[in-house]
Structure formats: structure tokens, C-alpha cells
């Protein structure tokens, strides 16, 4: 599928949700049919059967299929990396420099 809506597919997607793997976040999201959610590729809860997931591009495909977000993952925050990062920069901006 090329179209940027459609949800994601293929063993590198589903790879990288089975193996929790954090550089996915943010380019796809999981949703579980059987418990209604969506959650990052990392998230902690325990892996669903397959037949049971579907891959999507956006947090916003996976809320159009009526899915909600994770209580646990919380999708929709932004990261706890990229707050931490965004926390830095503003104290290096307020520094003074030497």
C-alpha cells in the first residue's frame, strides 16, 4: 500500500512492535482490536496475537478507526526523550555564556 493513510504492514512493522523497538515511536502506532486501543511500538503491555493488530501511520488513523489511546503509553503525549531534550535546550538558551 502506498497511500499515507493506509495502515502500516510487513514483517519490519510488526518486528519492530514485537521487539519494543523506541525508534519507532513516532512513525507508527499499534492499534489492538480486541481492547480498542493504540499504543507506541514500545509500549510495555503485553503483546496481542497478531490477527488481533493493526499498524498505523498516525495516532489520528488510529483514533478514525475508533480506536482510543493508551492509558499506559499515553501516544498522543509527547515523549518523555523529546520533553527531557526540549527541558535542556531551554536551560542551555537561558544560560549565560562563558
Known sequence: MTRSDSPLTGEPAWTAFMNRDRAADGRMVVGVL???????????????????VRLFR?????RAAGLRAC????????????DAVARAIALIDTSETV
Not at 498516525?58 to 488510529?62: D, H, I, K, L
Not at 492509558?71 to 523529546?82: E, H, Q, S, T, W
Open 34 to 52: 480486541t481492547t480498542g486501543i493504540y499504543c507506541r511500538p514500545s509500549c510495555p503491555a503485553p503483546r496481542p496475537k497478531r490477527e488481533n
Open 58 to 62: 498516525t495516532t489520528a488513523e488510529a
Open 71 to 82: 492509558l499506559r503509553c499515553r501516544p498522543d503525549a509527547v515523549a518523555p526523550d523529546a
